[in-house]
């Protein structure tokens, strides 16, 4: 072991730094005795004077675990060791610290002399690398980490799940096996935007799964940065969209069939603003007024231009009357007719369904609705009247006759 002589030398140095120093003496049975020395920074930090903590040992102070003998042993035997343990500090605050003790003579007594440096930040950065860990463990999204040649570094269970491919199978294997050609020309574009520090959010594309199958995927692609901040690798989220991409199409097509439905029908959707009050439409509902969007200003019409700019005249009233009313009187559908006046000019028949839409206390919160075209039935109506009334007089006709000659003849 070595000696140290020069105290005042050792003092200067001892005092300088900004760890917790101090010397302890090591009985004869290889046990901590009291403190014999410590530094500025141990007074400072533990909250104790000076001759406070010469009155004790490192019992008084931390915790102690079970290892705390072994590695006392560690130190008799090694003349050195490291470990941690939490340090009490005089007010009640725990402070974790890594140790590194050394057996020295001092003055001709054994002692050890230990450093101990304060790693509360990295226990806490431990606690969220931790954390972190976790939650790419369990996430249900495929997190995939490569270097910025492809690389993979580092994959989850999720994307064994939803690549098919285990991590000792990914792990040093470039990710360009999980695309086309096409498709790694366009993540190699994505490459060169995470190098410039962008991320890359929610990009819909394809992906292969073990076995050659083509998914769906949402991806999102963010930098990975050493110590130094440089980016030096891609962190990639992946969710697989199949599903979702299906029920698009499944929606889509039973959208289009809806349109094609209503249009057989004649009908138009709309809804009513709860905030504004105003109609909310979309195009097929301005082609039924022969007029669109942008000729009116978009898509949200205000109740009294509706009806000044596309309500018959004569109807009007009808109209405002029935609106205001909706669902006051009864809480079924209301349904009635009126005549529109298109943009050029012409006027067509609709009938309007009405329906209501109420809160858990039956309160009015909005409405939505149908209008329907029934110009052709009213035509047909009015053809059929008018049919009607000819035959009718017709008939009335032949009847009067009829019974004039009746008369003539009963005359005879």
Known sequence: M??????????????????IITIIEIKEDGSAG??????????ETLGYSREE??????????????????????????GKVTFERVYNTK?????????????????????????????????????????LASIVESSVDAIIVYDLDGIVLNWNPAAEMIY????????????????????????LQNIEKIKRGNVVSHFETTRIKKGGYEFDVSITLSPVRNLDGEIVGIAGIARDITERKKSEKALEYAQIQLENAMGLAQLVYWEMDPKTGNFIVN????????????????YEVPVEYYIEKFVHPDDRGLVAETIQGAGETSPDDEQFEHRIVRKDGETRYIVVTIKIVYDDE????????????????????????????KYRKIVEKFIQNALGLISEINKE
Do not use: C
Request: cysteine-free; glycine content about 6%.
């Open 53 to 78: 903590l010469t009155n004790m040992s490192p019992r008084d102070i931390g915790s102690k675990p079970l290892k705390n003998k072994e590695k006392i042993d560690q130190l008799i035997s090694k």
């Open 2 to 19: 070595d000696e140290i002589n020069d105290a005042e030398l050792f003092k200067q140095v001892f005092n300088q730094v900004n760890d």
């Open 164 to 187: 098919g491919y285990s991590a000792q199978e990914m792990m040093g294997k470039n990710v360009s096996v999980l695309m086309e050609d096409e498709k790694w020309q366009e993540n």
């Open 283 to 298: 195009d097929r509902f301005y082609s039924l007024y022969g007029t669109t969007a942008d000729e009116e200003g978009g």
């Open 91 to 131: 007010d009640g605050q725990s402070i974790p610290v890594e140790i590194n003790s050394h057996m020295f003579k001092f003055k001709g007594q054994k002692v050890a002399l230990s450093v101990a440096r304060d790693i509360t930040e990295r226990k806490k950065a431990e606690v969220e690398i931790n954390r």
């Open 34 to 43: 009291n403190f014999v020395h410590v530094n500025d920074m141990a007074v």
């Open 362 to 389: 039956n309160n009015i919160i909005g409405a939505y609705g149908a209008n329907q075209d029934i110009t052709q039935r009213k035509k047909a109506e009015e053809d059929l009247r008018i049919s009607e009334e």
